[in-house]
């Protein structure tokens, strides 16, 4: 899984838990006005959720010379991959140190800028891009956030009975982070299969997952991307995407494996960068 999302799901459920117990503390609470519409759909809600809260810590890139080089590969990506989802794929680069896409329910896609300066072609960003948008097609966040409620229910329980203290909600907090980087091992090779039919489906060689992947094992801890360093054993991943390479040979053998064949993709540094505000 995202750390992103980690960090999220884990913010969220001690913001929810701690106002439970400060409620039970006090009698009772307030509850706030803004109510999301019924018609919305749940995905949209969270997806807009971690917008605002990008735009208010000024993270969002509004304008930049980089989007002229984000533009082609996300575009060919969201006419490929926008049948199999129900809301439309936006794009947005984000600035941040460490190399990472992510994307949200309701069809956000989110580029740390220093990504585009990480890969050393187009397809190891196509192969990225596509492995993010196919966890929005599996709804895993969503599916993410059902699992964590339903600890949610057992760490209110919990927290009641050790005594509501703040370590000991943050102790319960983390075993549910456990569960849930157990469940996510299953779901990142899942992305990976569904982004490698993805980028074929743009003409983006889907080895390009592959060589980001070995380019990993030289790369230094601070420039690891995040789907790369949640979920060190590589080496499997790289031998099921080889795999499903192999079983759809019809689709898969046009592509060559070799990554002298690569698109070189360059981006000139330091570049201007406005932020949304």
Not at 62 to 83: F, G, R, W
């Given at each position: 899984m995202n750390l992103f999302k980690l960090i999220r799901v884990s913010v969220l459920s001690l913001t929810a838990l701690m106002g439970l117990v400060s409620c039970a503390g006090k009698?009772?609470?307030?509850?706030?006005?803004?109510?999301?519409?019924?018609?919305?759909?749940?995905?949209?809600?969270?997806?807009?959720?971690?917008?605002?809260?990008?735009?208010?810590?000024?993270?969002?890139?509004?304008?930049?010379?980089?989007?002229?080089?984000?533009?082609?590969?996300?575009?060919?990506?969201?006419?490929?991959?926008?049948?199999r989802y129900n809301h439309p794929f936006k794009f947005y680069l984000?600035?941040?140190?460490?190399?990472n896409a992510f994307a949200t329910p309701g069809g956000n896609v989110y580029v740390v800028d220093s990504l585009l300066y990480f890969v050393k072609n187009t397809e190891e960003l196509a192969g990225t891009l596509c492995h993010e948008v196919s966890h929005t097609i599996h709804h895993d966040t969503v599916?993410?956030?059902?699992?964590?409620?339903?600890?949610?229910?057992?760490?209110?329980?919990?927290?009641?009975?050790?005594?509501?203290?703040?370590?000991?909600?943050?102790?319960?907090?983390?075993?549910?982070?456990?569960?849930?980087?157990?469940?996510?091992?299953?779901?990142?090779?899942?992305a990976d299969l569904t982004g490698s039919d993805v980028c074929a489906a743009t003409d983006y060689n889907p080895w390009g997952l592959v060589w980001l992947f070995q380019d990993f094992?030289?790369?230094?801890?601070?420039?690891?991307?995040?789907?790369?360093?949640?979920?060190?054993d590589d080496q499997n991943r790289v031998q099921t995407l080889e795999e499903h390479f192999r079983k759809d040979s019809a689709v898969f053998g046009k592509f060559n494996p070799d990554p002298k064949s690569a698109t070189s993709f360059v981006v000139t540094k330091n570049v201007p960068e406005v932020f949304l505000h």
């Open positions: 009698g009772g609470g307030v509850a706030s006005d803004k109510q999301p519409s019924q018609d919305q759909d749940e995905e949209v809600q969270m997806g807009q959720e971690v917008f605002d809260q990008l735009k208010a810590k000024g993270e969002i890139i509004e304008s930049s010379p980089l989007y002229d080089q984000l533009k082609p590969v996300a575009d060919a990506i969201t006419k490929a991959a926008q049948p984000v600035h941040e140190t460490q190399p599916t993410l956030m059902e699992k964590q409620q339903q600890l949610e229910k057992r760490e209110v329980g919990a927290a009641v009975l050790l005594g509501p203290t703040r370590a000991h909600v943050l102790a319960i907090l983390l075993l549910g982070k456990l569960h849930s980087l157990s469940y996510s091992r299953d779901v990142e090779s899942r094992k030289n790369a230094q801890i601070g420039q690891i991307p995040q789907l790369l360093s949640d979920h060190p």
